[in-house]
């Protein structure tokens, strides 16, 4: 069955790096489209950077520049390098994957069927 581990979270300073990491099994990860989600407490889940299977990636604005989201599709590992992060990126991470190769929302929650448990990311 498909599940996603995420790792990588923690507390950093503003203006810090953290690479988290998502290990996927039950699919191979360049077959569905995959991104990264967050949330912080009182809001709404927020989609953060995506992949489609044909490795074309999108960002919601308020990341660009800063953070990467890469794939290697032979460990079935997901990452998001987040560089230069700020306190508004403290939330709960997560991975997710759409049961499709790519979708037309990739940035809409909805849109995905499987979803990790989450890794916490600080900022302060």
């Known amino acids: 069955h498909v599940q996603l581990v995420e790792s990588g979270g923690g507390s950093v300073r503003t203006g810090g790096s953290l690479r988290l990491s998502c290990a996927a099994s039950?699919?191979?990860?360049?077959?569905?489209?995959m991104g990264w989600f967050r949330q912080s407490p009182g809001k709404s889940r927020e989609g953060v950077a995506a992949?489609?299977?044909?490795?074309?990636?999108q960002y919601v604005d308020s990341v660009k520049d800063r953070f990467t989201i890469s794939r290697d599709n032979a460990k079935k590992t997901l990452y998001l390098k987040m560089n230069d992060l700020k306190p508004e990126g403290t939330a709960m991470y997560y991975c997710a994957a759409a049961n499709h190769p790519y979708i037309l929302t990739p940035m809409d929650p909805t849109a995905y069927y499987y979803w990790g448990q989450g890794t916490q990311v600080t900022v302060s």
């Open positions: 992949v489609d299977s044909t490795g074309y990636t």
């Open positions: 039950g699919f191979r990860t360049d077959t569905y489209c």
